[in-house]
């Protein structure tokens, strides 16, 4: 069993910086793929970035050279680094994880993930 929590949400203004944190515990062993998805009001979850425990990183358009996912082993961390957000960012940010590489198939889906978080909200305004 492997439990997730997401932390660092909130309301900040488009341009700026936000870090939201996926902390995992419990039977953490062997490599994972770990994802984020954020579901916007009204709409449905998405996928937009994930990384790979040994190092790989996947990113959707709509972030690319804007967010960045790392990870610290040590304490069983991946972040996601959220630079110049937009309005259009503001959605219900969610960390999934399940054992294996990471594909894009896996990522633009929603349902064959092993363990989720609780989600975390972030709001951007204009």
């Known amino acids: 069993q492997v439990q997730l929590v997401e932390s660092g949400g909130g309301s900040v203004q488009a341009g700026r910086s936000l870090t939201l944190s996926c902390a995992a515990s419990?039977?953490?062993?062997?490599?994972?793929?770990v994802a984020w998805f954020r579901q916007p009001p009204g709409k449905e979850r998405e996928g937009f970035a994930a990384?790979?425990?040994?190092?790989?990183?996947y990113y959707a358009n709509s972030v690319k050279g804007r967010f960045t996912v790392s990870q610290v082993n040590a304490n069983n961390t991946v972040y996601l680094h959220m630079n110049s957000l937009k309005p259009e960012d503001t959605a219900m940010y969610y960390c999934?994880?399940?054992?294996?590489?990471?594909?894009?198939?896996?990522?633009?889906?929603?349902?064959?993930?092993?363990?989720w978080g609780q989600g975390t909200q972030v709001t951007v305004s204009s």
């Open positions: 990384i790979h425990t040994g190092g790989n990183t």
């Open positions: 999934a994880a399940q054992l294996g590489l990471c594909s894009w198939y896996l990522i633009e889906r929603s349902n064959d993930w092993n363990y």
């Open positions: 419990g039977n953490t062993g062997g490599r994972y793929c």
